[in-house]
């Protein structure tokens, strides 16, 4: 049913409901990701989030939840990081414009995941701090899986930043200790050379 209103309003039959379709869309777009059908999935996102800022304003909430919804197709996809970093920033910038939804707090964990693809550690736990307040807000218990995901995911974050923070730490030991080696090497030589010098210069003048 939902295809065959998709196929009408292409073909004009929606054209002062518009706002109505961009929901039939949106509901579609949902059937699909759920049937794990993202290549389907995406142009309808797309076009959900061009009618929806065309009707609502690009600065709309229900535009930062579409581009919410891209994303995550997106990141499912294994499509651009920096595309999909630039929706979920969108969406979270939109969406915070009105109280703490689970949607933004969806929003914010997709950011952190991406931050945390792109190595960029610290940002990434200030997302997953966030989405956790923002569950914690709309009623999520600790114990919801949801929620138990989310603090595994954070987990390895924390984790794996702790490994490469000890391996910088240690690289850096490493370095100073080749840098101090070679500057005691360096003035031993030196001090060798010079007491040569003095050596043979003082057997010259008893010479």
């Known amino acids: 049913l939902l295809c065959r209103s998709l196929n009408l309003y292409e073909e004009g039959a929606g054209q002062g409901h518009e706002a109505d ?8 777009s949902v059937l699909l990701r759920k049937s794990d059908k993202w290549e389907a999935a995406e142009p309808i996102c797309r076009a959900v989030i061009e009618m ?38 969108d969406a ?15 929003a914010f964990r997709g950011l952190a995941r991406i931050l945390k693809m792109k190595i960029s550690w610290e940002e990434s736990e200030t997302m997953y701090s966030a989405c ?11 114990s919801h899986p949801f929620v138990q995901v989310t ?12 490994e490469i923070d000890n391996s910088l730490m240690k690289n850096k030991r490493l370095t100073r200790y080749k840098v101090q080696s070679n ?11 010079e007491d040569s010098k003095h050596k043979t210069f003082g057997s010259k003048i008893q010479a």
């Open 21 to 28: 379709w961009a929901t039939a869309m949106h509901n579609y």
């Open 52 to 89: 929806r800022q065309k009707i609502l304003g690009p600065t709309h909430s229900q535009v930062g939840e579409a581009k919410s919804i891209l994303a995550g197709i997106l990141l499912k996809k294994g499509g651009n990081l920096d595309e999909t970093e630039t929706l979920y920033r």
């Open 92 to 106: 979270v910038r939109l969406m915070s414009k009105l109280p703490p939804t689970q949607d933004l707090a969806f």
């Open 132 to 142: 956790l307040s923002t569950l914690e807000t709309v009623g999520f218990k600790r």
């Open 151 to 162: 603090l595994h995911e954070m987990a390895g974050l924390l984790s794996q930043r702790m």
């Open 183 to 193: 500057t005691i090497i360096w003035k031993e030589t030196e001090a060798t050379t």
